[in-house]
């Protein structure tokens, strides 16, 4: 199942089965995601450069996005 996580510029989409838990993402905006809250990811909390970064170094390739405009 598919979960999306919109900002006005941007969408995180994020596949579950494909995620290993690596942590990656985690561990690089821990202001964005984060296990413990519901919804665990908050794109909000980091600019729309900050999470692209960070999307290319998931190494499952369970994280992606689109460009909402």
């Known amino acids: 199942m598919i ?3 919109k900002t006005d510029d941007l969408t ?8 290993t838990h690596a942590g990656v993402c985690v561990y690089q905006l821990p202001k ?4 413990n ?7 909000q909390n980091a600019t729309t ?3 692209i970064a960070q999307i290319k ?3 499952s390739g ?8």
């Open 12 to 19: 995180i989409i994020w596949q579950p089965e494909k995620c």
């Open 3 to 5: 979960k999306e996580y």
């Open 37 to 43: 809250e519901r919804p665990w990811c908050k794109p």
């Open 57 to 59: 170094l998931c190494p």
């Open 49 to 51: 450069e900050e999470l």
């Open 32 to 35: 964005v995601y984060n296990v």
């Open 62 to 69: 369970a994280l992606t996005y689109k460009l909402n405009k």
